[in-house]
Nanobody, 127 residues
Framework: QVQLAESGGGLVQAGGSLRLSCAAS????????MGWFRQAPGKEREFVAT????????YYADSVKGRFTISRDKAKNTAYLQMNSLRPEDAAVYYC????????????????????WGQGTQVTVSS
């Protein structure tokens, strides 16, 4: 049974930082591209960042580029999202997801290409 468990969310002041973690189990972690998405109240879920299964390629939404960093630790079967310079508009439920990747540098942006999803972790940013 595949499980993706997010953690690390919470309340932070604007300008602050948080690191989200996504612990994966039940899958061959090194064969999956990983992604982070978020959904704010009243809005659709949107793409945030993705990393190839090799870890060598990453891609970000323009809204977080330069502030967020996605990474992965194969030994721990865990993906991370380091979020710096947080803004009130970053507040949302953050989801991690895993997508079977065909290539070492494959990046997956589309939500419908992801095979597994976590339950989400809440990030609140106070102004």
């Amino acid at each position: 049974q595949v499980q993706l468990a997010e953690s690390g969310g919470g309340l932070v002041q604007a300008g602050g930082s948080l690191r989200l973690s996504c612990a994966a189990s039940g899958l061959t972690f090194s064969s999956f591209a990983m992604g982070w998405f978020r959904q704010a109240p009243g809005k659709e879920r949107e793409f945030v960042a993705t990393i190839s299964w090799s870890g060598g390629s990453t891609y970000y939404a323009d809204s977080v580029k330069g502030r967020f960093t996605i990474s992965r630790d194969k030994a721990k079967n865990t993906a991370y999202l380091q979020m710096n310079s947080l803004r009130p508009e970053d507040a949302a439920v953050y989801y991690c997801a895993a997508a079977r990747a065909l290539g070492i540098a494959t990046l997956v942006v589309r939500q419908d290409k992801y095979d597994y999803w976590g339950q989400g972790t809440q990030v609140t940013v106070s102004s």
